[in-house]
Structures are given as structure tokens and as C-alpha cells.
């Protein structure tokens, strides 16, 4: 199982949003040995000694590599977690029927949701060990999964996500290569009370209504009880794994 008393060198993308916030105070607690490299678009402010702000630009891949380089410049990386997302803006909302897809819509989510994370890992997973356990998690969601689709709607979030799956699935077959105790996984947060659900909260009932705090530290207490037999999956807050 990854022990997160070995970690010595962690990375947190999107470390501005309520749950990378919330991974960082969780993280600094329960890692206090380990330095933090928050990376988000705007430096975060803290006080916690073993956390250090950097800015990112998740989507010009020549500064994605320099993060990855400030980050393991005096160690490799043990855990990387990518806290990035989008579901919605002033002017997209997710779809309730197939007369709303548009070709920029899918842009726009496919380019936060889908590429954004995968050029994060293409620079971020080489600069991982490769001769002892690492964990990789980006966030993902269950409606990204195609056999627990009933509903229908949400178009283009969905299949960013579906896609993202498909990425995390897919380097975690190349990682295992070079490293047969990598973990790569998606990671579902639940609903978590943030800007991404604000519109949407008043649908969810209130027990299933989650504080950053909470989902925070349960995903940190999931990625505890996985090993390279997981790599691969997505899992859902609650540790359960959610289907393709």
C-alpha cells in the first residue's frame, strides 16, 4: 500500500481550488516530512513551512515542464496530485440536451478537463522515482464513467472526463514499464461545496454534500490503500472503484 511516510517530495496542481487548498493543509499535517510544491495560476498564500507557492499556466506546455523541473530540483517526486477542473464559466453550462453541444463548448472543457492534465503528466510523471513507489491522481468524476451513464446530459463534461480516464488508463500501462510500483489513478472528490457545484448544490441532497476538508481527507485516506494492482482505476471518494 503507499505509505505516505515515505513520501519526501509532493506536487499539488491547481492548489487556488477548495479541494487543492484542502489537500495542501491535509498533506502538510499528516506529511509534515515532506516538502509541497502547490502550483495554481496564482500563488497561494500560506504558513505552513514545508508548502512552497509556484505559478503555473496549465496550458502552455513549456512552463508545465519548467514546474516540473522546480519541483524535483532536489529530489524526484513521490506524489503528484492534479486539482484541476471545469464544469462550467459565465458562458458554458453543462448541456440538458444535445440541441446545446457546440464545438467550442467541447473545446473549452476537453482543453481544461482532458488535455490540461495529461501535458501536466507527461512532464510530471518522468520526474518521479523509478525504483520505488509513486502515486499519480488526477481528479476525475464519476459521470465520466460510460457504464454508469443513466441520465444522460452533460455532454461535454462527461466525455472530457470519460477521455481523461482514458489517459490515466493509458500511462499508467507506459509507467509500469520503467516503475512496477507506480500507481496512476483518477480520483473522485464527490460533491464538494465550490464554485465548480455552487449551481447545482440545491439537487444534491445534504448528507451527500461534501466540505473540501471532508473530501480531502478522504481521498488522501484512498490513495493510502492503493498499490500498482490499482494503477490504472478511478475511485471514488469513498474508496469504492467506478467503472469505465
Same mark, same amino acid.
Given at each position: 500500500?503507499?505509505?505516505l511516510?515515505?513520501?519526501?517530495?509532493?506536487? $499539488?496542481?491547481?492548489?487556488?481550488?477548495?479541494i487543492?487548498?484542502?489537500?495542501i /493543509?491535509t !498533506?502538510?499535517? *499528516?506529511?509534515? %516530512?515532506a516538502?509541497?510544491?502547490?502550483?495554481?495560476r496564482t500563488? $497561494?498564500?500560506?504558513?505552513?513551512?514545508?508548502v512552497f507557492?509556484?505559478?503555473? /499556466?496549465? !496550458?502552455?506546455? *513549456?512552463?508545465i %515542464?519548467q514546474?516540473?523541473q522546480?519541483a524535483?530540483?532536489?529530489?524526484?517526486l513521490?506524489?503528484?496530485?492534479v486539482?484541476t477542473?471545469?464544469?462550467? /464559466?459565465?458562458e458554458?453550462m453543462p448541456?440538458?440536451?444535445?440541441?446545446?453541444i457546440t464545438?467550442?463548448?467541447m473545446?473549452?472543457?476537453?482543453t481544461?478537463n482532458?488535455v490540461a492534465?495529461?501535458?501536466i503528466?507527461?512532464h510530471?510523471?518522468?520526474s518521479?522515482?523509478?525504483?520505488?513507489?509513486i502515486?499519480?491522481?488526477?481528479?476525475s468524476?464519476r459521470?465520466?464513467?460510460?457504464?454508469?451513464?443513466?441520465?444522460?446530459?452533460?455532454?461535454a463534461y462527461?466525455t472530457?472526463?470519460a477521455?481523461?480516464?482514458m489517459?490515466?488508463k493509458t500511462?499508467?500501462?507506459e509507467m509500469a514499464r520503467?516503475?512496477?510500483e507506480s500507481?496512476?489513478?483518477?480520483?473522485?472528490p464527490?460533491?464538494?461545496?465550490?464554485?465548480?457545484?455552487?449551481?447545482?448544490q440545491k439537487?444534491?441532497?445534504p448528507?451527500?454534500?461534501?466540505?473540501p476538508?471532508?473530501?480531502?481527507?478522504?481521498?488522501?485516506q484512498?490513495?493510502q490503500t492503493?498499490?500498482?494492482?490499482?494503477?490504472?482505476?478511478?475511485?471514488?471518494?469513498?474508496?469504492?472503484e467506478?467503472k469505465p
Amino acid at each position: 500500500m503507499f505509505n505516505l511516510k515515505n513520501v519526501k517530495n509532493i506536487a $499539488i496542481i491547481g492548489a487556488n481550488g477548495a479541494i487543492g487548498q484542502a489537500l495542501i /493543509n491535509t !498533506l502538510s499535517k *499528516q506529511c509534515p %516530512q515532506a516538502d509541497i510544491h502547490a502550483f495554481s495560476r496564482t500563488p $497561494i498564500q500560506t504558513t505552513q513551512k514545508n508548502v512552497f507557492p509556484h505559478i503555473i /499556466n496549465y !496550458l502552455d506546455e *513549456q512552463n508545465i %515542464q519548467q514546474s516540473a523541473q522546480t519541483a524535483t530540483q532536489t529530489k524526484p517526486l513521490d506524489l503528484v496530485m492534479v486539482a484541476t477542473g471545469m464544469l462550467h /464559466n459565465p458562458e458554458i453550462m453543462p448541456e440538458k440536451s444535445m440541441r446545446e453541444i457546440t464545438a467550442d463548448k467541447m473545446t473549452e472543457l476537453f482543453t481544461v478537463n482532458t488535455v490540461a492534465p495529461s501535458l501536466i503528466a507527461k512532464h510530471f510523471l518522468p520526474s518521479m522515482h523509478h525504483n520505488k513507489p509513486i502515486l499519480f491522481a488526477a481528479l476525475s468524476a464519476r459521470v465520466g464513467s460510460v457504464s454508469d451513464n443513466y441520465l444522460g446530459g452533460w455532454y461535454a463534461y462527461r466525455t472530457s472526463k470519460a477521455a481523461l480516464n482514458m489517459m490515466i488508463k493509458t500511462f499508467a500501462i507506459e509507467m509500469a514499464r520503467t516503475n512496477k510500483e507506480s500507481i496512476i489513478i483518477g480520483l473522485h472528490p464527490g460533491t464538494v461545496k465550490s464554485s465548480l457545484s455552487k449551481p447545482f448544490q440545491k439537487n444534491v441532497k445534504p448528507e451527500k454534500l461534501f466540505s473540501p476538508e471532508f473530501s480531502s481527507k478522504q481521498l488522501i485516506q484512498t490513495i493510502q490503500t492503493k498499490t500498482h494492482a490499482d494503477t490504472g482505476k478511478v475511485f471514488a471518494w469513498d474508496d469504492t472503484e467506478i467503472k469505465p
